[in-house]
């Protein structure tokens, strides 16, 4: 195998003379050149594996190197040398192409750490190695024909070969995990972590501890020293889902690692490297919240170098059928069953025209209550219960309701909690959503029946109409004892 190549452009001698020598230490040769115009030459006249750009030079920038490579040499990676603190510059060069970008002054480890990935990537692209052949089989997790989920799909491949951070934008319940965790996956860093967190189940005061890890000693029950989120996804990916639920003192620090590549656990003197990409998520309007002071600008702009959005199932009816089949073989999985249930005509029907507010997470949901209460091994529309969908008045375009409804638990009534205090059965009430609606007026006929019937649950389910079985069901998803 020939000496792998790499074309450093910088028109300070010191950062030609580092990187030189650094690379040439991970038996890499280096073309080092000074000037847009000997750059350009240089690309025109040999191959290289890995390319490497100062932001300002003599007679032109670094940017018109990057958008050159992008444009003519698109197997080549490229990286930025930023100076320190320049996030614009390092946003900028990512969306127009970039691997990756290094600050000065350059981090020895943080530099051999982003060549050995590169390096990769560019030998995949080499070999020919597409993005959903290098794992085979995660991209059948992503359900779906519909041409909305082929753009998805082709959009996750081209972000896998890249560093830039993503901003996945989608309502609850669409897949945003998994279409982070197949960037992941299908990418150079696929051998590393993929650490996914959800940043509002973090409480505040133990944010900070979470994220960047603390020193043994450094607050009251600090017995040991822990390692933060950062840490652990060294390597690999972090993926920030609910990142809207960060709390602004937590974004100043977020920003600050995403920016230096670094983090300080409380307690410690001195900051530590870390190699991590960052994906992140919200269910929620991020430019919105920009806009009202809830989200800072700043993080929002590194954050969102590219933003990938995920549709709701309403706008993909035509993958329903699909997903649905792969549910039901999940669940006879699951409860090792001989064969999956089978959804009847009408039941297909039902689901097609259903507007999903809970997306593929309600599908799911829906389909298990299905599974547990249908007698056999065929759903019938009646067995999926789907609640009715409220009128609709004037010019509301449809999936309003599905927006309507967007906070209220996914999945029916399946994960309803009992309210403080019942609604008349008559009308909902304006304080409650459809789902808990539902789940009271089911948890007191449950209870009516099981009263009459002195807790004989067999006798309880006969006066209810359904199987034993599905009483079963429906008392443990109400919490009912």
Same mark, same amino acid.
């Given at each position: 195998?020939?000496?792998?190549?790499?074309?450093?452009?910088?028109?300070?001698?010191?950062?030609?003379?580092?990187?030189?020598?650094?690379?040439?230490?991970?038996?890499?040769?280096?073309?080092?050149?000074?000037?847009?115009?000997?750059?350009?030459?240089?690309?025109?006249?040999?191959?290289?594996?890995?390319?490497?750009?100062?932001?300002?030079?003599?007679?032109?920038?670094?940017?018109?190197?990057?958008?050159?490579?992008?444009?003519?040499?698109?197997?080549?990676?490229?990286?930025?040398?930023?100076?320190?603190?320049?996030?614009?510059?390092?946003?900028?060069?990512?969306?127009?192409?970039?691997?990756?970008?290094?600050?000065?002054?350059?981090?020895?480890?943080?530099?051999?750490?982003?060549?050995?990935?590169?390096?990769?990537?560019?030998?995949?692209?080499?070999?020919?190695?597409?993005?959903?052949?290098?794992?085979?089989?995660?991209?059948?997790?992503?359900?779906?024909?519909?041409?909305?989920?082929?753009?998805?799909?082709?959009?996750?491949?081209?972000? +896998? $070969?890249?560093?830039?951070? %993503?901003?996945?934008?989608?309502? =609850?319940?669409?897949? !945003?995990? *998994?279409? /982070?965790?197949?960037?992941?996956?299908?990418?150079?860093?696929?051998?590393?972590?993929?650490?996914?967190?959800?940043?509002?189940?973090?409480?505040?005061?133990?944010?900070?501890?979470?994220?960047?890890?603390?020193?043994?000693?450094?607050?009251?029950?600090?017995?040991?020293?822990?390692?933060?989120?950062?840490?652990?996804?060294?390597?690999?990916?972090?993926?920030?889902?609910?990142?809207?639920?960060?709390?602004?003192?937590?974004?100043?620090?977020?920003?600050?690692?995403?920016?230096?590549?670094?983090?300080?656990?409380?307690? +410690? $003197?001195?900051?530590?490297? %870390?190699?991590?990409?960052?994906? =992140?998520?919200?269910? !929620?309007? *991020?430019? /919105?919240?920009?806009?009202?002071?809830?989200?800072?600008?700043?993080?929002?702009?590194?954050?969102?170098?590219?933003?990938?959005?995920?549709?709701?199932?309403?706008?993909?009816?035509?993958?329903?059928?699909?997903?649905?089949?792969?549910?039901?073989?999940?669940?006879?999985?699951?409860?090792?069953?001989?064969?999956?249930a089978r959804l009847l005509p009408e039941a297909k029907q039902a689901l097609e025209d259903y507007d999903f507010p809970g997306n593929v997470r309600e599908l799911e949901n829906i389909l298990e209550r299905a599974v547990a209460m249908c007698d056999g091994d065929r759903i019938d529309a009646s067995d999926l219960m789907l609640p009715?969908?409220?009128?609709?008045?004037?010019?509301?375009?449809?999936?309003?309701?599905?927006?309507?409804?967007?906070?209220?638990?996914?999945?029916?009534?399946?994960?309803?909690?009992?309210?403080?205090?019942?609604?008349?059965?008559?009308?909902?009430?304006?304080?409650?959503?459809?789902?808990?609606?539902?789940?009271?007026?089911?948890?007191?006929?449950?209870?009516?029946?099981?009263?009459?019937?002195?807790?004989?649950?067999?006798?309880?389910?006969?006066?209810?109409?359904?199987?034993?079985?599905?009483?079963?069901?429906?008392?443990?998803?109400?919490?009912?004892?």
């Amino acid at each position: 195998m020939s000496q792998q190549t790499v074309l450093v452009i910088d028109d300070e001698r010191d950062i030609r003379e580092l990187l030189t020598i650094t690379l040439g230490r991970m038996d890499l040769k280096v073309d080092a050149v000074g000037t847009v115009a000997e750059a350009r030459r240089a690309l025109a006249d040999h191959h290289y594996d890995l390319c490497f750009t100062d932001m300002r030079l003599p007679d032109g920038s670094g940017q018109e190197i990057i958008e050159l490579i992008a444009a003519e040499y698109d197997e080549t990676p490229v990286a930025m040398i930023t100076a320190y603190g320049n996030v614009d510059a390092a946003v900028t060069a990512l969306k127009a192409g970039a691997f990756d970008f290094v600050s000065k002054p350059v981090d020895i480890q943080m530099l051999r750490r982003l060549v050995r990935t590169a390096l990769k990537l560019a030998e995949e692209k080499r070999n020919g190695v597409t993005a959903s052949s290098a794992t085979p089989g995660s991209g059948d997790r992503l359900i779906g024909d519909s041409t909305v989920m082929q753009q998805v799909r082709n959009t996750i491949g081209k972000l +896998a $070969r890249n560093q830039a951070p %993503v901003y996945i934008a989608g309502e =609850s319940g669409v897949g !945003k995990e *998994l279409v /982070a965790r197949l960037i992941h996956e299908q990418g150079p860093r696929a051998t590393g972590p993929f650490i996914p967190v959800n940043c509002g189940a973090i409480p505040s005061e133990l944010m900070e501890s979470e994220f960047f890890g603390h020193r043994k000693g450094s607050f009251t029950g600090a017995v040991a020293d822990k390692e933060g989120l950062f840490q652990a996804a060294h390597g690999g990916t972090l993926f920030l889902d609910e990142v809207a639920e960060l709390p602004l003192h937590m974004q100043v620090k977020l920003l600050r690692a995403i920016q230096e590549k670094a983090v300080r656990p409380i307690g +410690a $003197r001195e900051e530590i490297a %870390v190699d991590v990409r960052i994906l =992140s998520a919200t269910h !929620k309007n *991020l430019a /919105a919240l920009v806009d009202q002071g809830q989200f800072r600008q700043d993080l929002f702009y590194r954050i969102n170098v590219i933003e990938l959005r995920v549709p709701p199932l309403r706008e993909r009816r035509g993958d329903v059928p699909l997903l649905a089949d792969f549910v039901l073989r999940q669940l006879a999985t699951k409860s090792r069953s001989d064969a999956p249930a089978r959804l009847l005509p009408e039941a297909k029907q039902a689901l097609e025209d259903y507007d999903f507010p809970g997306n593929v997470r309600e599908l799911e949901n829906i389909l298990e209550r299905a599974v547990a209460m249908c007698d056999g091994d065929r759903i019938d529309a009646s067995d999926l219960m789907l609640p009715q969908r409220p009128q609709r008045h004037g010019a509301e375009q449809p999936g309003a309701a599905g927006h309507a409804a967007h906070h209220a638990p996914a999945g029916g009534f399946a994960h309803a909690h009992p309210p403080t205090a019942p609604a008349p059965a008559s009308t909902p009430s304006s304080e409650l959503g459809l789902d808990d609606y539902i789940s009271n007026l089911e948890r007191t006929a449950i209870m009516k029946a099981l009263e009459e019937s002195r807790y004989n649950k067999t006798a309880a389910a006969r006066k209810l109409g359904i199987t034993f079985r599905a009483l079963r069901y429906k008392l443990k998803k109400l919490g009912i004892d």
